[in-house]
């Protein structure tokens, strides 16, 4: 297994007795998420597999069980508050979800965000096997523009929904051979996909002209973060665009050229600070190859945004 803070997790209920799995199933599902209720069809002999792929950023956990239903109370939010979100996606089977006055029968072929900030039943009907990612807050709260709970059905049969799809599943198939760096970056961009999505950007009445700009800005700043002389008017000019087209197109979604050039110079960062490549490189000297102008403008950006130093990230990451 790749160095680092990734790692991959396997566990069955069939390593207890028949009698014990329930029980099981409840301290082992408490271990990585939040506190929740479960109510169980059957507790003599139920049967559940996880296959849990995790770093510092991001969770991806597949599991299969039998007939289920999990319950967040208010209570219980107010407890262990946990504000992130969880993208679930079944694979087989069909689970019922219901938060804030809204309902979601997701099947294969779709999906469904909910956030743990706010109270909800998820309702296993049948034997399912499903993906669950585990997205922090701040990944959907900006490109949403929203801070409140949220609950969508989401088509991923076809079109961007179904480039999302084979992601995830590529992202599960490949668990065996991914580094930090690598898992974190592939789940930013399911992330971005998945805002896409939940704005309605894949619908054919979508403003067409600003999610090409959005689309093309955001590529383009992936390519040039590292550079120190990039702006909103650089790029602007580099894509052929005004630089009022390019603000409208990054606004639709929460954020702002400058925010978005931060965003990814953090990022690299981060992916740099995890890499062995890199090792040899000093905080100043990483600061300075990935365009921000100071160490300490670099490490006052960087625990804003991850909670941690890059010195911490980097010690972390050994």
């Known amino acids: 297994m790749p160095g680092g803070t990734y790692s991959v ?10 009698r014990e799995r329930a029980e099981f199933w409840r301290e082992h599902i408490a271990s990585y998420q939040s506190r929740m209720d479960y109510r169980y069809a059957r507790t003599d002999n139920f049967r559940g597999e996880t296959v849990r792929q995790h770093t510092e950023t991001y969770q991806l956990v597949r599991f299969r069980s039998d007939e289920i239903e ?3 109370t208010a209570r219980q939010v107010r407890q262990d508050p946990d504000e992130d979100y969880r993208f679930l996606l079944p694979l ?31 309702i296993q009907e049948q034997a399912s096997d499903a993906f669950i990612l585990t997205i922090p807050s701040r990944e959907v709260n900006g490109p949403l523009n ?25 992202l ?15 789940s930013d961009r399911i992330v971005e996909l998945l805002c896409m999505l939940a704005t309605g950007d894949d619908r054919p009445d979508a403003p067409g002209h600003l999610v090409e700009v959005e689309a093309m800005v955001r590529r383009f700043v992936r390519g040039h973060a590292a550079d120190p002389e990039l702006t909103g008017a650089s790029m602007a000019q580099a894509l052929g665009w005004s630089l009022r087209q390019v603000q409208l197109a990054l606004q639709r ?32 000297d990483l600061a300075y190859a990935s365009g921000f102008s100071s160490a300490s403008t670099l ?20």
């Open 146 to 170: 929203r801070k409140s709970p949220l609950a969508v059905g989401l088509d991923l049969s076809r079109g961007l929904g179904h480039v999302l799809n084979s992601m995830l599943n590529s």
């Open 253 to 284: 979604v929460g954020t702002t050229p400058r925010e978005l050039i931060r965003e990814e110079r953090l990022r690299l960062v981060r992916d740099r600070l995890q890499c062995t490549e890199f090792e040899h490189m000093t905080i100043t």
């Open 9 to 18: 997790e396997s566990l069955s209920t069939g390593d207890v007795k028949p």
């Open 172 to 186: 599960f198939k490949e668990r065996d051979s991914l580094t930090d760096p690598q898992f974190n970056a592939v």
């Open 70 to 72: 999990y319950t967040r």
């Open 299 to 318: 490490s006052t950006a960087f625990r804003q945004r991850f909670g941690v130093s890059p010195r911490e990230m980097r010690y972390r990451s050994r």
């Open 92 to 122: 087989s089977g069909a689970i019922v979800l219901r938060q804030d006055d809204q309902e979601a029968r997701v099947t294969p072929g779709s999906g469904t965000l909910v956030t743990f900030g706010s109270p909800f039943e998820c």
